[in-house]
Every structure is written in structure tokens, then in C-alpha cells.
């Protein structure tokens, strides 16, 4: 295939929307000021369902210029992002069949500022992984999904460790993302700054990793129907039966209690939201 003298192949990431499409960005091709990245290239060509693709091909794929494609395209070459082969003086390229199988291949973008990925032909150990820490927001028929990590997704992932989960998620994406990774830590210790606890008497307290949430957050939202009085600065005596509008209340202002009191199994499955299976109790400071 031929285009003015201009033929591109190569390789990266990719950028899909929910219906399977590759999305100009309103700031310009590509998403903004650095122009099209390899991300989209790679999207285009699986748009395209082959290895290769013209400037034209590009620039229709992405509702653009032809002209704003071909500079695009120059500027990932010269990055050696791409590569590109000059076909215009025969009108027939050829490449090796199982390069075909590029647009069926297992491919993983993703956006860690919206904390979204975007996860094309996944295989089944890919999916399970990505059930642990993400939220399914919508798919196609062609096999894309499009993830998404909430803070409650990280709140009630079921691993004991931190590391456990950044594992499983190291496991999923192509290439380390340290802001994706340091948001996951935060929510990691926010959902560790509430716990509910058997008091040796027998009575439940509520307890704080420190005595500023206890002060500013729990006994700022919680009155005297919940709390009957403070302990200690990081512990209060809870109202028998109030638990579960202490989490309520906590959970909606974004802190998640954890529920770490002394309960048969019939008591802990009525007692209100489920907890993260981590009872791990870290005194660390509070890191909205």
C-alpha cells in the first residue's frame, strides 16, 4: 500500500474509546501538544486490523489533516517510535503473515491520571488480576475493555500487604506507572485510619491512626447517638448498635472503617459493610 511516498509501521500503546474507535483529543492530534503518541499509533493500526497503516489511513482513522498526520508520524520516527519504510516507488509492500496477528495480541494502555486501562483481547489470567483492583466500566464486542481503579476498588482489594496488590497490578500494566502506583498507596492507608475494636470489657471502640483524624473527622461527624465518650485521643466508646452508622458516616466522608471486633461469623455478616480483608493495623499518619 502506498501513500504519497510515505508508509509507517511500528509499535507502543494504544488509545480506544468505548465502541472500539481511536479518539482525537479537542487539543489537537493525538491528545494535546505533544501530537500523536505511540500509544494511538498502535490503536490506529488495531483499528486498521493490520501492522502497517498510511499517513491518509491515520489522518481518517483520527478525523485529521492529512498533512498534521504525516508531521505526527515524522515527529515518532525521529523518536524512533515508530518505523517507517518508503514504498513509493512500488505500489505493493510485503511483511510476514504472523505479523497479521498483531491486532489480536493481548494489549494494555494505560491512563493514570483518569486511572483508567484500556485492555484489548485480554487473556483470562489478565481479567482475573484486573478483578482485584479495577472496576469494569464498559467493553465492545470486539474485545476491548475499558477498566476503571476507584478508591474503593483499592479499599476493599483482598490482599494482606500493599506489595501483594502492587504486585498484581505491576503484573497487568506494560510499564511501571509511579503516580498510578503512589494514588494506590494513598488509598491503600486511607482505608487503615478507622478501625472498630473489642474493648477487653467486652465493649467496642472506635479507633483513629492518630489523634487528628479522631479529632477532626470521627468526632466532628459523629455525635452523641454514635460515640458515648473519648478514651484516649485516638479512642472512643461506641453507643451499643451504632456501628454501622459510624461506617456509614466515615465511609461517605472517604474513610473506610475497618472492622476488627470480636465476632462470630453470623455477627460479622450482620453487621453492616463488608471490611477489607486486611486487618492489619498500621499507626501511620492519615494521607488523603
Known amino acids: 500500500m502506498t501513500d504519497t511516498g510515505d508508509e509507517c509501521g511500528g509499535d507502543s500503546d494504544e488509545n480506544e474509546n468505548e465502541g472500539g474507535s481511536v479518539e482525537a483529543s479537542e ?15 498502535r490503536a490506529v493500526l488495531e483499528r486498521l486490523g493490520r501492522p502497517v497503516a498510511t499517513a491518509s489511513e491515520v489522518a481518517r482513522v483520527l478525523e485529521s489533516t492529512h498533512a498534521d498526520a504525516t508531521d505526527a508520524l515524522d515527529a515518532l ?16 509492500v510485503w511483511y510476514p503473515a504472523e505479523l497479521d496477528a498483531f491486532a489480536d495480541r493481548e494489549h494494555v494502555v494505560a491512563f493514570p491520571d483518569r486511572r483508567e486501562l484500556v485492555v484489548d483481547q485480554p487473556a483470562q489470567v489478565t481479567r482475573a488480576r ?8 464498559d467493553t465492545n464486542r470486539s474485545g476491548g475493555y475499558v477498566y476503571e481503579i476507584r478508591a474503593e476498588d483499592v479499599w476493599w482489594a483482598p490482599y494482606e500487604r500493599l506489595d501483594e496488590l502492587l504486585r498484581t497490578v505491576r503484573a ?3 510499564e511501571h506507572t509511579p503516580g498510578l502506583e503512589e494514588w494506590i498507596e494513598r488509598q491503600w492507608d486511607r482505608a487503615r485510619q478507622f478501625a472498630l475494636t473489642t474493648h477487653p470489657d467486652g465493649y467496642t471502640l472506635l ?9 477532626n473527622v470521627a468526632r466532628q461527624r459523629l455525635d452523641a447517638d454514635q460515640l458515648h465518650a473519648p478514651v484516649s485521643d ?29 465476632l462470630d461469623s453470623s455477627a460479622r455478616r450482620a453487621a453492616g459493610r463488608r471490611s477489607p480483608r486486611s486487618v492489619r493495623w498500621r499507626r501511620s499518619a492519615a494521607r488523603p
Open 27 to 41: 487539543s489537537g492530534l493525538g491528545g494535546g501538544d505533544d501530537g500523536l503518541s505511540a500509544a494511538e499509533f
Open 130 to 137: 484486573l478483578t482485584q483492583f479495577a472496576h469494569l466500566r
Open 207 to 215: 479507633e483513629a491512626a492518630s489523634a487528628s483524624l479522631m479529632g
Open 234 to 262: 485516638t479512642e472512643s466508646w461506641v453507643v451499643e448498635g451504632a456501628e454501622s452508622e459510624i461506617k456509614r458516616t466515615l465511609y461517605e466522608a472517604g474513610y473506610p472503617v475497618q472492622d476488627r471486633r470480636e
Open 172 to 174: 497487568v500494566l506494560p
Open 77 to 92: 520516527a525521529r523518536d524512533d517510535r515508530i518505523g517507517r519504510v518508503d514504498a513509493s516507488g512500488d505500489p505493493v
